[in-house]
């Protein structure tokens, strides 16, 4: 008897959507296999809480192999794709590795973008991989030490003083830890330096933060930064950042900040990969490197190409391409799931519909805002909800447990249990010591 | 009114023996300054854990700082000691900075030795640091990867290979993890491969492992050992190591084995500062590079210099000298920092003695080896007992908890949350892929 046909598909990317698409594709005779750089799911949404010591890496991340282990009709494989062949139908990886596909998945995502300012990268790290959230944490800690030692006092002033690019989810997120971690965390801590003293300055190009919310919420943010005592610039454009320094210009003044530590939470671009699969299939991609595709998210004239994520310009119902985030790629997963199945079944799928169910963002301890259909939540109860729904989110059982507990001790004595230096910081500026 | 007189206390490491001085020094009029390359004290006992993903590194290390914190007398620098100026009593730190003493701690520690074969340590990593630690995990779980991969049958079965050089408490400890790893964590989670295909090799150039324990000790782990499926291989020595491969000379018979990954726990040998420090003062460091002490702890002619902990060569009441463990540098500590107590208040001390408790070694999940003064216990109840003893003696309640139940979750589900293969490694060696 000869054995079923079986269907391959290869997913490139372990993120939020290929990993729903690996886990949806239940069908025996479909032979998937997931491609990734790393061995594990990261848990991006609290990627900042890693880079500020509130949690431990493998608190936000879930091994691959192991979320996947009971899927016998799927296997990882840990590897950098160089190349998609989109005539031979092989994805091909750095070591000389081919993996041929029936249909592809592509879900490279995202990195974050210095706008042709690529030299900036060093000094100003962004926060999308565990590595940049442990070189994020190296840096801000690093800098306290470095200010408890010091004997210059504007030394010690650029060493307290923390500039973060971009006031989206991420920038305010990382403002309100930094805050929570100077003020509370590091209170007892040293004893030639007051943490304290550190100034958060947020800078924002456009007119306001969380530009994304209804006003009122907005107000909400910004009282709740004010608190905080982070310092909002917005309708600010960073135009230079050198070490120690950074560039500001608030509509015609320029304004020269002496500053040790600038963190960049400004904007994302797509994975070079998209390029790639653009050329080769004959599309053009976007502005920030998305690929764009059609309702059912295959590229035209490619229906065994799928692109789901932040890599892919889908557009929503308004027209405009849906944003980058855990929602959205995790539907598109599903549906490329579906779309799969059905076409094996040699059923018709009705074009992908996003369903928003609403967004949130957190400001500090206690504070966030959210917008949950029509729903506007504010202040503590928004912080409980957006509690429970990433605990809710957070794939594995084991990791959910020990998140809470980490999180509740954490709430509970204000302290930082992963506040940990370690390994070699990619921050080559040298130290300036003193006698004290 | 004059303030009271201050005594300047330095102490130079925050491991077992510096941070029990440092946190037994209350006095307000003693001035502590504590000196480490790191910001956390590491719980070394653990550290096989971290190396086989068991455990995250937060779990092991609390910040020296949250430790210190409520210690109003007692600052902590980060810093990198490279001089010991013994007539200015000065610490001079790489950067320039200077800390002057009336009375030095030297707890500076000891890293493994390669017994002169230093270029050893970039093919054989050892486990002294959390980098050593996450060193070895990226080696140990990069290679099932590999092995998942490849198509070459010798190559997927030296990545399979695992060679444990030295069947100390480390060895035996990592040999047993590994088999753990390989037998338990992974089962289900390769395709290509079965992880228990794994062959794991102890090798041991003594006669037994654990030689400081009783013969029915170590028959009862070597039992063990053989249940979990370690080869075990005494009365061999490892002549050469290479990339790939590993030379065996058990007396006089040479044996080649193929092997990708290589790890390192024969020895230690004490920190450099020893050897700077015995010059300086006169004495001449052992073998093994530590200083020989008074019965006082202190150097010979020089009452203001105490070295405790791995670096010191303390005699034991039989003669030898006292073993490199926690227990031995925390009484030294406690005992170092009476004895700057009583000086201060003209009081006499009478000489160091060590308080032997007991020992124990971990062979693999639910079975150990103890030595409790005259008690001798093994299998599951020494596990019990050691789990006590370990989860006591970690410092952080925080962490304490945590640790409790990533144990207790990874010993009922047999799943390992934390092995995440990140950052760099130092293993350099080409993939070979190949199209399976």
Redesign the interface.
Same mark, same amino acid.
């Given at each position: 008897m000869p054995s079923p046909p079986t269907h391959r598909v290869v997913i490139i990317g372990g993120g939020f959507g290929g990993l729903k698409a690996a886990v949806k594709l239940r069908r025996p005779s479909v032979e998937v296999t997931l491609i990734d750089k790393?061995?594990?799911h990261l848990f991006q949404p609290l990627l900042y809480q890693v880079a500020t010591g509130q949690l431990?890496?493998?608190?936000i991340?879930a091994?691959l192999?192991?979320v996947l282990?009971?899927r016998?009709n799927c296997?990882?494989?840990?590897?950098d794709v160089v190349e998609i062949d989109v005539k031979s139908r092989v994805v091909r990886?750095? /070591?000389?590795? #081919?993996a041929p596909y029936d249909t592809l998945i592509v879900a490279a995502g995202s990195r974050h973008s210095y706008f042709g300012r690529d030299d900036w990268e060093a000094l100003a790290p962004g926060l999308k991989t565990?590595?940049d959230a442990?070189e994020m944490r190296h840096r801000v800690? /690093?800098a306290f #030490?470095r200010a408890?030692?010091t004997i210059d006092p504007s030394e010690r002033k650029a060493l307290l003083t923390f500039v973060i690019v971009g006031a989206g989810p991420t920038g305010v997120e990382l403002a309100g830890a930094l805050s929570e971690v100077a003020w509370h965390t590091?209170k007892? /801590?040293?004893?030639?330096i007051n943490p304290s003293e550190a100034q958060i300055l947020l800078v924002e190009a456009g007119p306001k933060p969380l530009e994304i919310y209804p006003e009122p919420l907005i107000e909400a943010a910004q009282r709740d930064l004010a608190r905080l005592h982070v310092t909002l610039r917005t309708n600010t454009r960073v135009t230079q950042i050198e070490p120690e320094w950074v560039t500001l210009d608030a509509g015609g003044t320029i304004e020269q900040v002496h500053a040790h530590t600038v963190l960049w939470a400004a904007g994302v671009q797509a994975s070079p990969l998209g390029k790639q699969l653009a050329a080769a299939t004959g599309v053009e991609t976007d502005r920030a490197g998305r690929v764009p595709v059609q309702p059912d998210l295959t590229i035209a004239g490619h229906p065994e190409i799928i692109v789901i994520g932040d890599l892919a310009n889908c557009a929503g119902e308004n027209g405009k391409p849906l944003p980058g985030l855990a929602p959205v790629a995790m539907q598109q997963g599903e549906y490329a799931a579906r779309l799969i199945d059905n076409r094996l079944e040699g059923h018709q799928t009705a074009p992908f519909r996003y369903r928003d169910w609403g967004s949130m963002a957190v400001i500090g301890r206690g504070s966030a805002i959210g917008l949950l259909r029509r729903w506007q939540v504010k202040g503590f109860i928004a912080w409980l909800t957006w509690l429970f729904i990433h605990l809710m989110s957070i794939m594995?059982f084991?990791?959910r447990?020990?998140v809470l507990?980490?999180w509740g001790?954490s709430y509970l004595?204000r302290?930082?249990?992963?506040?940990?230096?370690?390994?070699e910081s990619q921050d080559q500026r040298p130290?300036?010591?003193?006698?004290?």
């Open positions: 790393r061995n594990f431990s890496p493998a608190n991340a091994p192999r192991s282990r009971r016998r296997r990882v494989w840990l590897g990886l750095r /070591d000389g590795a #081919e565990i590595e442990t800690l /690093d #030490e408890e030692r590091l007892h /801590d040293f004893r030639s594995q084991q990791n447990v020990l507990i980490q001790s004595f302290s930082r249990s992963a506040r940990l230096i370690t390994g130290t300036q010591g003193g006698t004290p």
